[in-house]
């Protein structure tokens, strides 16, 4: 897979990135140092040699360590629109130099990464999650479901995922909304297919996180998924 842009970054000790994202899907590897990345996916530890695959419009935190942190960075076609983020593992630094300079091809070079890059949670709290993600009961029911009080999940979640349980909840819709934007439903199904309100409350999801309309934003992510030339990764 040839990179069509790539560039390093690096960020001071103790330094943070609030929640953001891009419109491009893109790969980060960790060359030195190390920080926890927050996102909808949980908590994940990078260190020198850890790859995250972000997929587009995918919206994380960064808190990065006690040491300085440098990473390459490479824009990535072909990878699927409201797919979740993917962890891996670079042999050493000097696979991952080799990746960025073209040398390497960039899955064949990796392997998964081992569990330990996800940081474990609480099981009331991936009960929590899984309930957001799944159900349309209210906050405040989960919580008594399971035994918390609306307050302390919202800390934990704000803590483990970098966003309450609300913004949690409208991430998991909005993945899903980019997901079905990938078929042929109306767009009106496609809001009422991913636990939004109605189709103007997906027009703002759109307008807020990728800058267009559902209809244009459909138009992209078909022309990546005509894109032959590219394998697509889910």
Not at 156 to 174: D, F, I, T, V
């Amino acid at each position: 897979m040839t990179p069509a842009i790539s560039y390093e970054t690096r960020h001071a000790a103790g330094a943070e990135l609030p929640t953001h994202r891009h419109g491009n899907a893109y790969v980060t590897m960790v060359l030195e140092g190390a920080y926890v990345e927050y996102s909808a996916d949980g908590p994940v530890h990078c260190e020198a040699g850890t790859v995250l695959i972000h997929p587009p419009y995918h919206a994380h935190r960064d808190r990065f360590g006690s040491h300085d942190v440098r990473t390459m960075n490479m824009v990535l076609a072909g990878v699927a629109a409201g797919s979740s983020l993917r962890v891996m593992r670079a042999k050493d630094v000097r696979t991952a130099e080799a990746i960025f300079a073209g040398d390497l091809e960039l899955l064949d070079s990796l392997a998964p990464a081992t569990p330990e890059a996800w940081a474990p949670l609480p099981g009331w709290q991936s009960a929590f999650v899984a309930e957001l993600r799944q159900t349309t009961a209210s906050i405040g029911d989960i919580a008594k479901r399971l035994g918390v009080s609306p307050e302390h999940a919202s800390r934990a979640l704000k803590q483990s995922h970098g966003m309450s349980p609300a913004a949690l909840r409208r991430e998991w819709r909005w993945r899903l909304a980019l997901t079905l934007l990938g078929g042929d439903e109306p767009i009106a199904m496609v809001a009422t297919g991913s636990g939004l309100a109605d189709q103007s409350h997906l027009n703002r999801l759109c307008r807020m996180y990728a800058d267009s309309t559902p209809a244009q934003l459909r138009r992209h992510i078909k022309s990546v998924q005509a894109d032959t030339t590219r394998p697509l990764l889910v």
